[in-house]
């Protein structure tokens, strides 16, 4: 029995990609390549979602945990630049093929498949973009879903499929009878706007940025002060649980009195505290309040009032 590797995100494509082989006789595996920021959500929550679908599919899965790597080799440093985003689109699918490649040698997969539908996404799903891809990579892939519209020797039971519509997916959810899949999984979080703008912003202003500062750019609300130190503030308790994750790496900053909002900043230069204490104030509804802190071991307690000045000239 011939063996395929198949890109998978759990989305639709997919799945259809994976039944589409085991019903022509192809012994499958999916391989999850988790960069962290993959499905609209950050710091590698997607992959017990992926595994629950491909449980239910019949799917053989492998997952790879690429965070470090990819935010090193890719999200930093893109070859091919960035989209309209955060988004090295053209570097994470010539990331993800070579990890493919590699997982391919291992078990002596015979190809590697994707989801990929010709049209679908402008940065990425085109003829031009396949062409790269195959060059960089030096690797053939096979595109069933729409590999008769790229391939004039596609066997028959490759499809062609093109655009951004669904309709034909729909119809072969049906027919391979698949109950479960992610929607709109090919979604990224690098493409959000509010993200994206973050990303850049760091980008910008900061030496030496860790994968943790890019996870941080999710939650909460973003500040830079004059000095040029990074704030966080929490907007809820939610995030005030977990804001305070990143105290072992961050300088936290929490109300004396409870209740109100916590921040965490890093580096943080004379004079900063204040403006802390005084932007927690305004956002905890107080008119004065005590922060505490701890640097270089030893706790220190600021006093701050809500912020005065035009705040959203420190806002991110």
Same mark, same amino acid.
């Given at each position: 029995?011939?063996?395929?590797?198949?890109?998978?995100?759990?989305?639709?494509?997919?799945?259809?990609?994976?039944?589409?082989?085991?019903?022509?006789?192809?012994?499958?595996?999916?391989?999850?390549?988790?960069?962290?920021?993959?499905? /609209?959500?950050?710091?590698?929550? &997607?992959?017990?979602?992926?595994?629950?679908?491909?449980?239910?599919?019949?799917?053989?899965?492998?997952?790879?945990?690429? /965070?470090?790597?990819?935010?090193?080799?890719?999200?930093?440093?893109?070859?091919?630049?960035?989209?309209?985003?955060?988004?090295?689109?053209?570097?994470?699918?010539?990331? &993800?093929?070579?990890?493919?490649?590699?997982?391919?040698?291992?078990?002596?997969?015979?190809?590697?498949?994707?989801?990929?539908?010709?049209?679908?996404?402008?940065?990425?799903?085109?003829?031009?973009?396949?062409?790269?891809?195959?060059?960089?990579?030096?690797?053939?892939?096979?595109?069933?879903?729409?590999?008769?519209?790229?391939?004039?020797?596609?066997?028959?039971?490759?499809?062609?499929?093109?655009?951004?519509?669904?309709?034909?997916? &729909?119809?072969?959810?049906?027919?391979?009878?698949?109950?479960?899949?992610?929607?709109?999984?090919?979604?990224?979080?690098?493409?959000?706007?509010?993200?994206?703008?973050?990303?850049?912003?760091?980008?910008?202003?900061?030496?030496?940025?860790?994968?943790?500062?890019?996870?941080?750019?999710?939650?909460?609300?973003?500040?830079?002060?004059?000095?040029?130190?990074?704030?966080?503030?929490?907007?809820?308790?939610?995030?005030?649980?977990?804001?305070?994750?990143?105290?072992?790496?961050?300088?936290?900053?929490?109300?004396?009195?409870?209740?109100?909002?916590?921040?965490?900043?890093?580096?943080?230069?004379?004079?900063?505290?204040?403006?802390?204490?005084?932007?927690?104030?305004?956002?905890?509804?107080?008119?004065?309040?005590?922060?505490?802190?701890?640097?270089?071991?030893?706790?220190?307690?600021?006093?701050?009032?809500?912020?005065?000045?035009?705040?959203?000239?420190? &806002?991110?």
């Amino acid at each position: 029995m011939h063996k395929a590797i198949v890109l998978f995100s759990g989305g639709l494509d997919s799945v259809i990609v994976c039944k589409l082989l085991q019903k022509n006789g192809w012994e499958v595996t999916a391989l999850f390549i988790d960069t962290g920021f993959i499905g /609209r959500e950050i710091n590698g929550k &997607m992959e017990q979602k992926v595994r629950n679908i491909a449980d239910r599919e019949g799917i053989r899965l492998k997952a790879l945990d690429v /965070r470090n790597c990819y935010f090193q080799k890719v999200l930093l440093h893109p070859r091919f630049g960035y989209g309209k985003g955060a988004n090295p689109c053209i570097d994470c699918r010539i990331f &993800m093929i070579n990890k493919a490649k590699e997982w391919k040698e291992k078990i002596g997969a015979d190809i590697i498949a994707t989801g990929e539908v010709l049209g679908q996404r402008p940065m990425t799903q085109n003829k031009n973009t396949f062409r790269l891809m195959e060059k960089q990579t030096g690797i053939r892939i096979l595109r069933p879903l729409s590999e008769k519209l790229l391939n004039e020797d596609s066997e028959d039971w490759c499809l062609d499929i093109q655009g951004r519509g669904m309709k034909r997916q &729909m119809e072969l959810k049906e027919k391979l009878n698949i109950k479960s899949y992610i929607p709109h999984s090919g979604g990224c979080i690098l493409t959000e706007e509010v993200f994206s703008r973050r990303f850049r912003e760091l980008l910008k202003n900061e030496e030496n940025i860790e994968l943790s500062d890019v996870i941080l750019l999710e939650a909460g609300r973003h500040f830079r002060l004059p000095s040029g130190t990074k704030v966080v503030l929490a907007r809820d308790e939610r995030e005030c649980k977990y804001l305070q994750g990143f105290c072992n790496r961050y300088t936290c900053f929490f109300p004396v009195e409870r209740p109100g909002t916590i921040a965490v900043a890093k580096k943080i230069k004379t004079g900063d505290g204040k403006i802390i204490a005084s932007l927690i104030a305004h956002y905890s509804k107080k008119r004065r309040i005590r922060v505490k802190y701890c640097l270089e071991g030893k706790e220190h307690i600021e006093e701050g009032e809500p912020f005065s000045q035009n705040i959203s000239l420190l &806002m991110i």
